[in-house]
C-alpha cells in the first residue's frame, strides 16, 4: 500500500481538486489542457486514504459542470438523466486506485500493474460513462451494442490517453520525490 503522511494526503487532494477544476471540459481554464477528471478519481484512489473525497470530488466535478451550464454558456447537451452514471464510472476509477495501491511494491514491475490497472479501470469507466449515456440519456433513439462498440473504438482511446498522461506524470513524479529521499540514505551507508 502507498503510504503518505496526512500532510502529503493534504496537499495531493488540494491538488487534485484544483487540476479537476482547472481541467474539466476546458469550461473555466484558458489553457487547452486535457480533462484530468478520470486521473483525479484514479489518484484520489491510489494515494487518499479518506473514503469522503470520492463524494467530495464527485459533488466539485457535479458543481462544475452545473455551473458552465448555468453561467459559462456551455451546452447542456451531456446533462441529462444519464449524468448519473458518472457516479459508478468515477467510481470504477477510484476503486481501480485502492485495487493498484494495495498491490504496489516499489518495484519496477508496478509499472506494468499500474498500464494494466488504469487501462481496465478506463474501460469500465468508459462503459458507465459512455454506454449510460448511450443508453439513458434519451439523445439516441435505437442505441445498440454495435453502437456502443463503435463509440469505444472512438472515445476510449482518447479518454485513456488523457488518462494515462495525468497518471503517468504522477508516476514519474512519485518516483523522482522518492529517489531524492533514498539518495540521502544510500549516501549515508557509504
Same mark, same amino acid.
Given at each position: 500500500? /502507498?503510504? /503518505?503522511?496526512?500532510? @502529503?494526503? $493534504?496537499a495531493i =487532494? /488540494?491538488?487534485?481538486? +484544483? +487540476?479537476? @477544476?482547472?481541467?474539466?471540459?476546458?469550461h473555466f481554464a484558458t489553457l487547452n489542457l486535457p480533462s484530468a477528471s478520470w486521473a483525479v478519481f484514479f489518484l484520489a484512489g491510489a494515494l487518499l486514504r479518506p473514503r469522503w473525497l470520492f463524494p467530495a470530488l464527485f459533488v466539485e466535478a457535479s458543481l462544475l459542470d452545473f455551473a458552465a451550464v448555468q453561467w459559462a454558456g456551455i451546452s447542456?447537451?451531456? /446533462? #441529462?438523466? @444519464?449524468?448519473?452514471?458518472l457516479l459508478p464510472a468515477y467510481g470504477s476509477l477510484w476503486l481501480g486506485g485502492r485495487l493498484y495501491a494495495a498491490w504496489h511494491r516499489e518495484h519496477l514491475?508496478?509499472?506494468a500493474l499500474l498500464m494494466a490497472t488504469v487501462m481496465i479501470a478506463a474501460l469500465v469507466c468508459y462503459l458507465f460513462s459512455? =454506454? =449510460? !449515456? $448511450?443508453? !439513458?440519456s434519451g439523445r439516441y433513439p435505437?442505441? #445498440?451494442?454495435? +453502437? +456502443?462498440a463503435e463509440?469505444? =473504438?472512438?472515445y476510449y482511446p482518447r479518454y485513456l490517453g488523457g488518462l494515462a498522461l495525468y497518471v503517468g506524470l504522477a508516476a514519474l513524479l512519485y518516483s523522482g520525490i522518492r529517489a531524492a529521499r533514498l539518495a540521502p540514505s544510500r549516501e549515508a551507508r557509504r
Open positions: 500500500m /502507498l503510504k /503518505l503522511s496526512p500532510r @502529503a494526503q $493534504l =487532494g /488540494l491538488a487534485l481538486a +484544483l +487540476l479537476m @477544476a482547472m481541467t474539466r471540459g476546458q447542456d447537451w451531456c /446533462l #441529462s438523466p @444519464a449524468y448519473w452514471m514491475s508496478s509499472l459512455g =454506454g =449510460g !449515456f $448511450l443508453y !439513458f435505437e442505441p #445498440s451494442l454495435a +453502437l +456502443l463509440r469505444i =473504438g472512438i
